[in-house]
């Protein structure tokens, strides 16, 4: 009989799943406590929520939330990551956590907006650039036909001026002869 603790836990864990834009599942195990606090510290400084949850209710609350591909991942210790704003950022954070507690903490895949994360696929979508930085390129580009245009009617000019230095020039030379 599911006490109410656990139907409030897979509540909650339902709703963060349906609002989350990215979700990142990780075998934690053999990770010392003062670890764990320095995990949990780099995943909130990064804006995301970091929580350690039992695998049933996890997989009942994804099931739920019609994640039924996320819900096989859940299997032993798991800890879930979950950002709400910028998808790559947990894959970020936990490829970083993954280069530093070897071999403790293991992604096992997740969710990128709506789309399953494998193993295999998990460090391309470490790699994506984060919304900022996709949004600064993108003013950059919009920019970059602007400059060029701009430097090219300056060069134009410069040569406009040219051309009427030396046609001044002729001017002046043809007006001495006379």
Excluded at 111 to 132: N, W
Excluded at 134 to 160: I, N, T, Y
């Amino acid at each position: 009989m599911p006490t109410q603790t656990k139907i409030d836990e897979v509540a909650l864990l339902k709703e963060k799943f349906d609002s989350a834009s990215a979700i990142v599942l990780a075998d934690y195990r053999g990770l010392n406590a003062n670890d764990m606090v320095e995990l949990r510290r780099k995943f909130r400084s990064a804006g995301l929520e970091y929580r350690v949850v039992k695998d049933t209710l996890a997989r009942i609350a994804a099931s739920e939330a019609g994640l039924e591909e996320l819900a096989e991942l859940f299997a032993g210790p798991i800890a879930v990551a979950l950002s709400y704003e910028d998808p790559a950022t947990p894959f970020k954070v936990s490829e970083e956590c993954r280069k530093a507690y070897q071999p403790h903490y293991e992604p096992r895949g997740g969710l990128f907006e709506g789309v399953l994360v494998l193993e295999d696929e998990f460090r391309r979508y470490a790699t994506l650039p984060s919304r900022e930085e996709l949004l600064s390129k993108m003013a950059g580009l919009l920019a970059s036909p602007a400059r060029a245009l701009a430097v090219v009617l300056q060069a134009k000019v410069r040569e406009l001026a040219v051309v009427l230095g030396e046609v001044r020039k002729k001017f002046e030379q043809e007006k001495g002869e006379d």
